[in-house]
T-cell receptor, first 108, second 112 residues
Framework: KNEVEQSPQNLTAQEGEFITINCSYSVGISALHWLQQHPGGGIVSLFMLSSGKKKHGRLIATINIQEKHSSLHITASHPRDSAVYICAGTYNTDKLIFGTGTRLQVFP | EPEVTQTPSHQVTQMGQEVILRCVPISNHLYFYWYRQILGQKVEFLVSFYNNEISEKSEIFDDQFSVERPDGSNFTLKIRSTKLEDSAMYFC??????????FGPGTRLTVL
């Protein structure tokens, strides 16, 4: 069964801290996606990756194919980073299979 | 920057009524999706649509659901006879050739 699991479920941090959110997935993934869900509910795609590492501003996503594991890192965290971060996978079709999300709160 | 739009933002309906949720995907995208998120749960795939037909649907997408692209710009999800358990946030998404999906802001459906 195609599955995506995330940890932790909840994460709190002080402004400026380095944050890591982890995702593990079942074999056969085509691409791993990281998305951000705002408190109002909207979903924004952050990264799509199938190998290596991608960086956008203070966000870095990595994937380790052998270990079936991906991480999302946030450097120099800020209260505006507070959101739910979701990893999702595409397998042999283009539908996204979502993880349960990690709720991040960054305090000033 | 082009974006996916959805209307209405919130729909309240009585159990048994029909609802139509509307989406305008990004104009040059070819692949369209509906997902839903029941409060407190993870986002679930409902259906994907390409070339004017359903390409894949989940077990959730039973006979009460249908999708349509009536005019080349809108993409609609119809729920024929709503149930209490249909209450959820419904997200439309679209993608071009690269499989990155762009999501609309969602429609919150409340079934009373």
């Amino acid at each position: 069964k195609n599955e995506v699991e995330q940890s932790p479920q909840n994460l709190t941090a002080q402004e400026g801290e380095f944050i890591t959110i982890n995702c593990s997935y079942s074999v056969g993934i085509s691409a791993l996606h990281w998305l951000q869900q705002h408190p109002g509910g909207g979903i924004v795609s952050l990264f799509m990756l199938s190998s290596g590492k991608k960086k956008h501003g203070r966000l870095i996503a990595t994937i380790n194919i052998q270990e079936k594991h991906s991480s999302l890192h946030i450097t120099a965290s800020h209260p505006r980073d507070s959101a739910v971060y979701i990893c999702a996978g595409t397998y042999n079709t283009d539908k996204l299979i979502f993880g349960t999300g990690t709720r991040l709160q960054v305090f000033p | 920057e082009p974006e996916v739009t959805q209307t209405p933002s919130h729909q309240v309906t009585q159990m048994g009524q029909e609802v139509i949720l509307r989406c305008v995907p990004i104009s040059n995208h070819l692949y369209f999706y509906w997902y839903r998120q029941i409060l407190g749960q993870k986002v679930e795939f409902l259906v994907s649509f390409y070339n004017n037909e359903i390409s894949e649907k989940s077990e959730i997408f039973d006979d009460q659901f249908s999708v349509e692209r009536p005019d080349g710009s809108n993409f609609t999800l119809k729920i024929r006879s709503t149930k209490l358990e249909d209450s959820a946030m419904y997200f439309c998404a679209s993608s071009g050739a690269g499989w990155e999906q762009f999501f609309g802001p969602g429609t919150r459906l409340t079934v009373l």
